[in-house]
């Protein structure tokens, strides 16, 4: 009987052959696709970023510039040092150079770099084993240290160029130089007002390294050079200042202060020989110093100068044609006026004084019966053209302007406080600079601490002349200058004589909030022909201290020091005498 079921057929080898050849044809087709993209068509994007992966690029500190005083002392320069590293990968590549040797690797490797590292052998051995592509060695090494370790041509290791800030005379001008911080960043001082000129711009090295680290010789290797920062001279004279931090330091401990600065300016030129502070901070170890010292107090402590602002209040009398020396006024030891008690630092019986009288007994009520020649608003704008309530432009950071407060606001009381010191504030940089107004003929410059930036051969490039303001007449000022030497009579008996020079200066002590005291004394010498105004300030004195008792003989030395040291010679005049009384 016939199956029904039809036999099963034998697929035809035919047709599954061109089947098979077709998928290895298009498989064929799709690698070379993909090879003639990878190869021809994406070659230099592939080659480019495997370049970018390879390359490596590392930046060349500039040196910063140097900081000079005046005469070219070096306060503050940057020298180059290295930090040693290490790829702990190839460093197992090393063999000892010594035909005789047999050792190899690590082992050897920290043996010759230990002596030049100043670590022990196993410490180096420590340092170099390891599978890190980068890790630190020794930080802060000299250039010597740099050259012996590299001699040792051990792979894998190499060094890093950093630069490091030195202060050569520590404290002395610490507080104007300024420091640079650990992060590299100008903190402080002329390091930071001047930081884009010390600066200077690093440069940068670029290369291809391989896998292990190493340099490919063939490879991209560009260096752009470092530029290194400027030079910037100073108007400090450093020893002036030297003097000036020694003198204040031990006024403030001998009184029991909590501080005290010393202002020395040239009158004609605006430029500031000496801004000493105590405390102060050494720019080598700032983090040793209180934060709160770490500035300038001679631009950011403010406080009343008390008797040393009635010199601007006489000024504006005279110029204004109000008053003359021999103008009589009788004065009580107290007064009350407009229902306001204004009274002299002391009791005494009533007197018949003179304005130079009025002024040489510093008595606040015969200061406010002069001043009521003239109105407030006059006082006033002569107070801002000496240079009160006002930042004075000096080139250092975080100046305070003081307190001037607008005539309006001077009610009550102010409108006459204000007369003789009070109710409004002052810096030390400040006052300094008002009263150098009297020794330069009545022009009021504004101060400077830079003289300019100092090219390769020495060569000083000046900063720009500073403004200059005339305050008062030639005739006032001839006349203060009169009152204020008269105010020091050259009798030997006073403390802020110095034998042979005629001195004209003004005492000043003012209470602070808080309950303290500051001290004052600031002026001139030789007073008929003067260069150089100092002001001494203490700060915090815990009772009345005179400005004649704590600051006038501080001030005395430091001027007596600075007319020898700049040459000054006695002009051979006598000291004015005017009268007092009547």
């Known amino acids: 009987m016939r199956s029904l079921i039809p036999p099963s057929r034998v697929g035809t080898p035919t047709i599954r052959h061109r089947l098979l050849v077709i998928a290895i044809l298009l498989a064929i087709v ?15 994007a592939l080659a480019a970023e495997a370049v970018k992966e390879r390359t490596y690029r590392s930046d060349i500190p500039a040196l910063r510039g140097d900081i000079l005083d005046r005469n070219g002392t070096v306060m503050a320069t940057s020298v180059r040092r290295y930090d040693i590293w290490v790829n702990q990968k190839q460093v197992g590549d090393y063999l000892e150079r010594d035909k005789n040797a047999q050792e190899k690797g690590v082992g050897a490797a920290a043996k010759v770099l230990a002596p030049s590292l100043g670590l022990t052998v196993e410490e180096t051995q420590a340092k170099l084993t390891g599978t890190k592509g980068f890790a630190y060695l020794v930080k802060d090494v ?27 005379a520590g404290e002395v001008g610490g507080n104007v130089v300024g420091f640079v911080g650990g992060d590299g960043k100008a903190a402080a001082g002329v390091e930071r007002a001047d930081d884009e000129l010390l600066a200077g711009t690093d440069g940068e090295t670029t290369y291809e390294r391989g896998a292990g680290g190493q340099v490919i010789p063939t490879g991209i290797q560009e260096t752009t050079p470092a530029v290194d920062g400027k030079d910037v001279a100073l108007t400090i004279d450093q020893d002036l200042q030297w003097k000036a931090q020694q003198e204040i330091a031990a006024t403030v401990q001998q009184f029991g202060g909590t501080g005290g600065s010393v202002v020395a300016i040239n009158a004609r030129t605006g430029e500031v020989l000496a801004l000493a502070d105590y405390p102060t901070y050494d720019p080598n170890r700032p983090g040793d110093a209180d934060p709160q010292h770490l500035g300038n107090q001679s631009i950011s402590n403010v406080f009343e100068p008390g008797s040393t602002g009635k010199l601007f209040t006489f000024a504006a009398l005279l110029d204004q044609g109000t008053v003359t020396p021999a103008s009589q006024y009788v004065v009580p030891s107290r007064m009350e006026i407009a229902g306001n008690s204004i009274k002299d630092s ?10 130079a009288g009025v002024l040489k007994n510093s008595s606040n009520v015969g200061t406010v019966e002069a001043s009521e020649t003239v109105t407030p608003q006059v006082r006033y704008d002569y107070l801002r053209d000496f240079g009160l309530g006002q930042k004075t432009g000096i080139e250092l950071p975080a100046e305070s302007k003081g307190i001037l407060h607008p005539v309006a ?40 601490v830079v003289r300019g930036t100092v090219g390769g051969d020495g060569t000083i490039t000046p900063v720009e002349p500073r403004p200059q303001k005339r305050v008062i007449s030639s005739a006032t000022n001839a006349t203060m200058v009169q009152l204020m030497d008269n105010n020091v009579p050259d009798d030997g008996k006073q403390n802020a004589n110095i034998p ?45 201290i005179s400005g004649n008792t704590a600051a006038a003989p501080t001030w005395a030395r430091i001027m007596d020091y600075t007319l020898e040291q700049q040459g000054i010679a006695p002009t051979g005049k006598a000291g004015t005498e005017l009268p007092n009384e009547w």
């Open 30 to 44: 799709a690698l070379a696709g993909r090879l003639v993209w990878v190869q021809g068509l994406n070659a230099s």
């Open 409 to 448: 606001d001077w009610t009550g009381r102010t409108q006459y406080t204000t007369t003789f010191g009070q109710g409004y504030s002052v810096t030390a940089l400040q006052m300094t600079s008002a009263v150098s107004t009297f020794a330069n003929d009545g022009v009021h410059v504004q101060p400077t």
């Open 142 to 168: 000299s250039p010597e240290v740099r050259d012996a370790v590299l001699s040792q041509k051990v792979p894998g290791i190499g060094a890093n160029a950093i630069s490091k800030r030195q202060y050569p």
């Open 346 to 355: 002391h009791d005494h019986p009533q007197q018949n004084l003179t304005l």
């Open 500 to 544: 042979n020079y005629a001195v004209a200066g003004k005492t000043g002590t003012a209470q602070v909030p808080g309950g303290t005291y500051t001290a004052s004394f600031i002026g001139f010498a030789p007073a008929d022909d003067p260069d150089i105004v100092i002001g001494v300030f203490v700060y915090g004195l815990n009772s009345f």
